[in-house]
């Protein structure tokens, strides 16, 4: 599986963005896969944000982001989409889109990552 990520950009802070993953395999079945969405900021560790269940889209977020942050996926598509509302500073880093198999403990796949800036 290939991931290819898109849709960072620059916002001021209570903006919104919208990232979307797609998986560029649309013949291999994500069915076994947890999609996963990281982000690392400069001078800090990376660090999970959401993740989805491909199949039964069970979803999973960190605190800091849970009532602003959606993930969703689209199995038409072939798609993982993160919405961001109510942006902060704080939101400022490089997105990754990742996948692993269910009921491993390391993300395994990774797409490349894309920008999102947040400014006061």
């Known amino acids: 599986v290939q991931l290819q990520a898109s849709g960072g950009g620059l916002v001021q802070a209570g903006g919104s963005l919208r990232l979307s993953c797609v998986a560029a395999d649309p013949r291999r079945s994500l069915s076994r896969y947890v999609m996963g969405w990281l982000r690392q900021a400069p001078g800090k560790q990376r660090e999970f944000v959401a993740s989805?269940?491909?199949?039964?889209?069970?979803?999973n977020y960190a605190d800091s982001v849970k009532g602003r942050f959606t993930v969703s996926r689209d199995k038409f598509k072939n798609t993982v989409d993160l919405q961001m509302n109510s942006l902060t500073p704080e939101d400022t880093a490089v997105y990754y889109c990742?996948?692993?198999?269910?009921?491993?403990?390391?993300?395994?796949?990774w797409g490349q990552g894309t920008q999102v800036t947040v400014s006061s």
């Open positions: 989805i269940l491909w199949s039964g889209g069970i979803t």
């Open positions: 990742a996948a692993k198999l269910r009921g491993d403990s390391e993300y395994e796949i």
